[in-house]
């Protein structure tokens, strides 16, 4: 792949990547020889976190290449820690940094950059997260570059967009379609490449995401099933929260099952019920062990992350970890705690999940979607504990999918009924009643 991206004719090469495959290696390791080749570049990527991130990587893999952060007027624009690399150069112009080997920016930002009509584009750009760009932002750039190396995971959310893109369907021009998707109807003869290998997923965790989210893409975790471990100094006193993190340090999976009842979306008890795993994570006194490690690691709050559907949901659950009044060097704030749209692409050793489904009284096609349940049971290095109330695998078999079949729209497979139901019934093997 990275052959085709300094030697290939074409104008774009594609890689796919399942999650925790090295996407971000592959950008830092592509704009290196890019630049080494004297061929300057821009990154694009969709969030400031995303490039705030690929900076990092790329000023601790070579100190000595100038980089360019090209950021937005508002305050406090970009991470800190870029400050503490002198080969980074921030600015909110690009004519500041013009001459940079590598210059990088959000897909919002550099849409405002216009090309200079009297010198000639970048000769290459990176598109990091492709799919997660929209087919109207990559036109909005087009211009800025002549080839470009389009890094992604196709079995994640798709693009956002506040407005109904129903009367686009199936055209090639659907502004809201990924940027990947366009892309190829329109070049089909892209050069496209697959990474094969998740060095996130543990092996108790890639099977399951790879036969439920990518059944014609198949992956394998790059570590054994000996390799990682999950211990905590502290034993479980019986409950059901201690009770489902044993079951998860030892298998990779837990599922803590609430009685079944129809919630309001903000279910306090299932709240409650996250908050408190979460908590006896951090007062056990976990610690992890991989294969990059030498010895066995603390489990600190900053590799925990609680994944919601909802944004009011992930709020709920800030309230509930902040009443649990736990001890300030625990650092309880510092679990991250947000919805898959805003996990998707980080890491964390363990994650716990609010099911999309729990206490609903329907299924939609929202909490249906499969890049939704793929990112939230696709994050962790070691376990990952679902919170749900009982009775969704008759949801869905109550609420199949209705929507219309539209011309020219591929369907995506599987869709959510499936892996929903993968899902779940992989975990029933690993459940902790809530009453025990």
């Known amino acids: 792949m990275l052959h085709d991206t300094l030697h290939s004719t074409s104008r774009g090469v594609v890689v796919d990547s399942p999650p925790g495959a090295g996407k971000s290696t592959l950008v830092v390791r592509a704009a290196r020889e890019l630049a080494a080749a004297g061929r300057p570049l821009i990154v694009i ?7 705030d991130d690929l900076a990092v990587r790329l000023a601790a893999a070579d100190p000595e290449l100038p980089v360019g952060r090209l950021h937005s007027s508002e305050p406090r624009p970009y991470d800190p820690a870029l400050d503490d690399h002198p080969c980074v150069v921030t600015s909110a112009k690009a004519a500041d940094l013009a001459g940079l080997p590598v210059v990088l920016s959000t897909a919002a930002k550099w849409a405002w950059v216009k090309r200079d009509p009297e010198k000639a584009p970048w000769p290459h750009a990176i598109v990091d ?39 686009w369907a199936g055209l090639t021009h659907d502004p809201s379609a990924s940027a990947v998707t366009t892309l190829l109807s329109h070049n089909p003869d892209l050069p496209q490449h697959r990474l094969p290998v998740s060095w996130r997923l543990p092996a108790s965790a890639a099977p399951l995401v790879s036969d439920a989210f990518y059944p014609y893409t198949p992956f394998r975790s790059g570590s054994g099933p000996h390799d990682r471990g999950l211990t905590f100094h502290t034993a479980g006193d019986g409950s059901a929260p201690d009770l489902v993190i044993d079951e998860a340090a030892d298998s990779g999976w837990g599922l803590l ?31 992890t062990t991989d294969e990059r490690s030498t010895g066995p690691v603390p489990l600190t709050a900053s590799r925990v992350a609680v994944g919601t559907a909802h944004r009011d949901q992930a709020a709920a659950v800030r309230s509930a970890l902040a009443g649990l009044g736990l001890p300030e060097e625990l650092r309880v704030a510092d679990v991250a705690v947000d919805t898959a749209n805003r996990l998707q692409g980080r890491e964390f050793d363990v994650t716990v999940v609010l099911h999309p489904l729990s206490g609903r009284p329907d299924a939609t096609a929202f909490h249906l979607e499969t890049g939704r349940l793929c990112v939230l049971t696709s994050r ?6 679902v919170v749900c109330r009982a009775g969704v695998p008759r949801l869905l078999d109550d609420h199949p ?14 869709d959510g009924w499936e892996a929903n139901h993968a899902v779940l019934s992989h975990l029933s093997a690993h459940t902790v009643p809530w009453d025990s």
């Open 129 to 167: 997260e492709a799919y997660q760009m929209r087919s109207d932002a990559l036109l909005a750039v087009a211009g800025l570059f002549e080839r470009a190396l389009f890094v992604g995971d196709p079995g994640q959310l798709d693009p956002f967009s506040q407005v109904g893109s129903e009367q």
């Open 401 to 414: 999918a209705t929507e219309a079949v539209q011309l020219g729209v591929t369907v995506k497979f599987p």
């Open 257 to 287: 099952e609430l009685p079944e009842r129809l919630t309001p979306r903000t279910d306090p008890e299932a709240v409650a019920a996250v908050a408190q795993i979460v908590g006896r994570l951090l007062t056990r006194g976990g610690a």
């Open 45 to 51: 990527a969709q969030t400031n976190a995303q490039v």
């Open 380 to 385: 962790h290095r070691h376990a990952c504990i």
